[in-house]
């Protein structure tokens, strides 16, 4: 079943530290986009991203595309 509303979620390697985003990848079939939000912001605004450019992101970290911290 698909929503238009967001169901937001941290990712499980969050460590509660405050420096969080959310995403709410319920909107990728409906809708082809992923919403990401900051976790300390819960009103404020809301990015919505291509589906296509979320996995090309999510891939770039996993890789170590864009550094260390």
Same mark, same amino acid.
Do not use: H
């Given at each position: 079943?698909?929503?238009?509303?967001?169901?937001?979620?941290?990712? /499980?390697?969050?460590?509660? &530290?405050?420096?969080?985003?959310?995403?709410a990848?319920?909107? !990728? #079939?409906?809708?082809?986009? *992923?919403?990401?939000?900051? /976790?300390?912001?819960?009103? &404020?605004?809301?990015?919505?991203?291509?589906?296509?450019?979320? !996995? #090309?992101?999510?891939?770039? *970290?996993?890789?170590?595309?864009f550094?260390?911290?």
């Open positions: 079943m698909t929503t238009d509303s967001p169901r937001w979620f941290k990712s /499980s390697y969050s460590s509660n &530290g405050g420096n969080c985003i959310e995403v990848a319920n909107l !990728v #079939a409906a809708q082809g986009i *992923v919403p990401v939000r900051d /976790s300390k912001n819960l009103s &404020g605004p809301v990015l919505t991203v291509p589906t296509g450019s979320f !996995v #090309a992101f999510v891939a770039g *970290v996993k890789t170590g595309e550094g260390g911290i």
